[in-house]
């Protein structure tokens, strides 16, 4: 059983706090993203957990053993980085065998597991070839490799993906969450890319400065994110937030009036006056061409199957609206554009989310 548990972890450099007491519960076999904009603290934490870096504060315990005081090896734990880290003068197959030759393992049982990290991640072809000869993807699958015949408990990443161009890495998220599949291991993966973080995790953990916003499953976050940072952080393109003022609340929800003239009400709970100050929330997916805002077009990415259209409503601030591919709007011309009630979300003057009542239900 390889959980992972963090609790209270906090981090200093010096009089600089970058993590804020962190608390997590990992699952078995999960694949855990930490993902969050550049600086929040994602690899700091993991080189934490990996034992890299000594947390000011706190503990960290592998599969129900306290592990806060070991040094790395004795983690149980592996780490890919971002950056290969592999031995050029080195064949594929020495460099998957490194860690095996530096515990002295027999060549037989060497042979044996680096054979089983190749097969898997397909680099059965290259063994005999040097990091140099192969393209960023496949260097990538070694460093992968030399993580797998250590058959740790928990298997760490911290952007194993960033050096890879745009189609590769869509490869290889699809090959990673099938290693993790195969392998049937904690896995926990750091990014700063929303898209990987969705597509590949089981959970999601969104840092902000040093603190977790939310922790939940992609579709909890997307359909109920906590916090205004998290309903912007999560979906492309982002989140329009539209500036309103409180009206009343009654059986039927929240009345408010956009700073830009027009009322809604929209069926969310909690505690709200007359005169608050409150963000409404709008998906630009969830917008359609019909009576509502009134919004100048300035540019049009026709995509195909879908419009993105950012235009100008008359307050001057932007909005982005996830039209029709076929939509017959041009650059240049007013549009309306409107979302039902129920879509909508609501971020108090703190940036917290007041309770949506009719939210979609969660996929599985
Ligand atoms: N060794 C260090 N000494 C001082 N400050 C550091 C050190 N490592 C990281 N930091 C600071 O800690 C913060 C978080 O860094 P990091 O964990 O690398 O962020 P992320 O991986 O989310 O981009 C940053 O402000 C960074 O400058
Ligand atoms: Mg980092």
Same mark, same amino acid.
């Given at each position: 059983m390889a959980t992972l548990d963090l609790s209270s972890i906090t981090k200093s450099f010096g009089t600089h706090a970058v993590l804020g007491g962190i608390d997590l519960a990992i699952r078995d076999k999960e694949f855990v993203v930490f993902v969050g @904009?550049?600086?929040?603290g994602k690899s700091t934490l993991l080189r934490i957990i990996a034992g890299l870096e000594d947390a000011t504060s706190g503990r960290i315990v592998i599969g129900g053993n306290d592990v806060s005081q070991l040094p790395p090896v004795e983690r149980g734990i592996s780490m890919v980085f971002?950056? /290969?880290? $592999? /031995? @050029?003068?080195?064949s594929v197959y020495e460099n998957i065998a490194f860690p095996l030759r530096v515990a002295r393992l027999p060549e037989a049982e060497v042979a044996a597991k680096v054979g089983r990290a190749a097969g898997i991640l397909q680099l059965t072809e290259k063994l005999?070839?040097? @990091?140099?000869?192969?393209s960023g993807g496949q260097r990538q699958r070694v460093a992968i490799g030399r993580s797998i015949v250590r058959n740790p408990k928990v298997f760490l990443f911290d952007? @194993? $993906?960033?050096?890879?161009?745009a189609a590769l890495r869509g490869d290889m998220r699809v090959e990673l969450s099938q290693l993790h599949r195969d392998l049937s291991a904690t896995m926990v993966y750091v990014t700063h890319d929303q898209v990987e973080a969705m597509t590949m995790a089981h959970r999601i953990v969104v840092l902000n400065a040093g603190r977790v916003e939310q922790f939940g499953t992609p579709m909890e976050l997307y359909h109920h994110p906590a916090t205004r940072f998290v309903a912007t952080f999560i979906g492309q393109p982002n989140m329009n937030l539209l500036p309103a003022t409180v009206l009343g609340q009654d059986a039927a929800g929240l009345t408010v009036e956009l700073d830009g003239g027009g009322t809604m009400t929209l069926p969310v709970d909690g505690q709200a006056q007359k005169g608050d100050r409150v963000e409404v929330g709008m998906r630009p997916e969830n917008l359609h061409i019909g009576p509502g805002l009134t919004m100048k077009v300035r540019v049009l990415e026709r995509l195909g199957g879908a419009s993105i259209t950012y235009g100008m409503l008359p307050t001057g601030q932007r909005l982005c609206a996830v039209l029709p591919g076929d939509a017959m709007i041009r650059e240049g011309e007013e549009l309306s554009v409107a979302i039902a009630p129920a879509d909508a979300h609501v971020f108090d003057a703190s940036g917290a989310v007041m309770r949506r009542r009719q939210a979609p239900a969660l996929a599985a």
């Amino acid at each position: 059983m390889a959980t992972l548990d963090l609790s209270s972890i906090t981090k200093s450099f010096g009089t600089h706090a970058v993590l804020g007491g962190i608390d997590l519960a990992i699952r078995d076999k999960e694949f855990v993203v930490f993902v969050g @904009p550049s600086g929040c603290g994602k690899s700091t934490l993991l080189r934490i957990i990996a034992g890299l870096e000594d947390a000011t504060s706190g503990r960290i315990v592998i599969g129900g053993n306290d592990v806060s005081q070991l040094p790395p090896v004795e983690r149980g734990i592996s780490m890919v980085f971002q950056s /290969y880290a $592999l /031995y @050029p003068h080195l064949s594929v197959y020495e460099n998957i065998a490194f860690p095996l030759r530096v515990a002295r393992l027999p060549e037989a049982e060497v042979a044996a597991k680096v054979g089983r990290a190749a097969g898997i991640l397909q680099l059965t072809e290259k063994l005999q070839l040097k @990091p140099g000869q192969l393209s960023g993807g496949q260097r990538q699958r070694v460093a992968i490799g030399r993580s797998i015949v250590r058959n740790p408990k928990v298997f760490l990443f911290d952007e @194993p $993906l960033s050096n890879l161009d745009a189609a590769l890495r869509g490869d290889m998220r699809v090959e990673l969450s099938q290693l993790h599949r195969d392998l049937s291991a904690t896995m926990v993966y750091v990014t700063h890319d929303q898209v990987e973080a969705m597509t590949m995790a089981h959970r999601i953990v969104v840092l902000n400065a040093g603190r977790v916003e939310q922790f939940g499953t992609p579709m909890e976050l997307y359909h109920h994110p906590a916090t205004r940072f998290v309903a912007t952080f999560i979906g492309q393109p982002n989140m329009n937030l539209l500036p309103a003022t409180v009206l009343g609340q009654d059986a039927a929800g929240l009345t408010v009036e956009l700073d830009g003239g027009g009322t809604m009400t929209l069926p969310v709970d909690g505690q709200a006056q007359k005169g608050d100050r409150v963000e409404v929330g709008m998906r630009p997916e969830n917008l359609h061409i019909g009576p509502g805002l009134t919004m100048k077009v300035r540019v049009l990415e026709r995509l195909g199957g879908a419009s993105i259209t950012y235009g100008m409503l008359p307050t001057g601030q932007r909005l982005c609206a996830v039209l029709p591919g076929d939509a017959m709007i041009r650059e240049g011309e007013e549009l309306s554009v409107a979302i039902a009630p129920a879509d909508a979300h609501v971020f108090d003057a703190s940036g917290a989310v007041m309770r949506r009542r009719q939210a979609p239900a969660l996929a599985a």
